[in-house]
């Protein structure tokens, strides 16, 4: 019989600082405590990272984690903010101790530039207690001009265990083997591709459809409220417009995109991709 363990997930949205590389970003998630009076405790674990070459832009997890810190590498330099970003963490430490109960801290930060000082950077900090509690905190946002939004927060102390060949509670797959490495496709639409998210290696992976709400130019999705001189997607060829319009169309071929629209609507949103 496995023993279960505890489980901490999270899941956030990110926000530009306004750097030079905007809106490339990288970012990183690490855990201090447990609190002491006043004072959020030592470093514990990075549990997220999202930067490689430019890591040394994340000032305060910097100071914190040391730069040789190879913990959680969950991807590379971040090209936007769209996707919201989910970890996991089995509570324990660099070590793979187990944490003993407490109060403990969750801090973010994003970086976009060549900076020197974490000030320069986006912060947020969240807390959570370790105990024989679950606890389920969401809609959090934080910050000092509120750069993450959507935080969500789930402590299970008797999560279960990836790889015992069944699906505990907060997993999606097990054994790790059986959890999706890429996502079809072929019943998704340009604007609203399938996304993995989670890992496999923690039995969460999963394929999320995620609507394209931003106006990007070359990836086949002329999102709703996007015109043609915000967006070269948005032309008259059916297999790239949806929801948008082309701005130099005459009333003519407005209409015409918006019946091409709905004729893929009634077709069952077929695949716009080509």
């Not at 974490?118 to 024989?132: E, I, M, P, R, Y």
């Not at 106006?215 to 043609?228: F, I, N, W």
């Not at 407005?254 to 077709?267: H, P, Q, R, Y």
């Amino acid at each position: 019989m496995v023993t279960a363990s505890p489980k901490l997930t999270v899941s956030f949205r990110t926000a530009a600082v306004g750097g030079a590389y905007t809106p490339k970003n990288v970012v990183a998630a690490w855990i201090e405590g447990p609190t002491v009076g006043q004072n959020p405790g030592p470093f514990v674990k990075t549990i997220g990272r999202w930067a490689n070459v430019e890591r040394d832009r994340l000032v305060a997890w910097q100071a914190k984690a040391g730069i040789a810190d190879a913990d959680a590498i969950s991807g590379a330099t971040r090209a936007d903010h769209q996707m919201l970003l989910s970890l996991e963490w089995d509570l324990k430490d660099k070590q793979g101790n187990l944490i003993p109960d407490g109060r403990y801290t969750i801090r973010f930060e994003t970086a976009d530039s060549n900076n020197t000082s974490a000030a320069q950077n986006n912060q947020g900090s969240f807390t959570f207690v370790k105990g024989l509690q679950p606890q389920v905190q969401t809609n959090l946002t934080g910050g000092s001009v509120v750069p993450y939004t959507e935080v969500t927060i789930d402590f299970n102390p008797t999560a279960g265990e990836c790889n015992n060949n069944v699906v505990d509670p907060g997993e999606t797959c097990d054994p790790p083997g059986s959890c999706p490495v890429s996502c079809d496709q072929s019943a998704t639409t340009a604007c609203a591709p399938a996304l993995l998210v989670g890992n496999a290696a923690t039995c969460t992976a999963s394929c999320v459809i995620t609507a394209i709400t931003q106006c990007t130019s070359g990836d086949e999705c002329c999102p709703e409220g996007c015109t043609l001189a915000d967006d070269s997607d948005c032309g008259t060829d059916d297999n790239q417009v949806s929801g948008g319009c082309a701005a130099s169309d005459s009333n003519g071929g407005a209409l015409a995109g918006f019946a091409l629209f709905g004729a893929a609507v009634l077709a069952g949103g077929r695949r716009r991709r080509r």
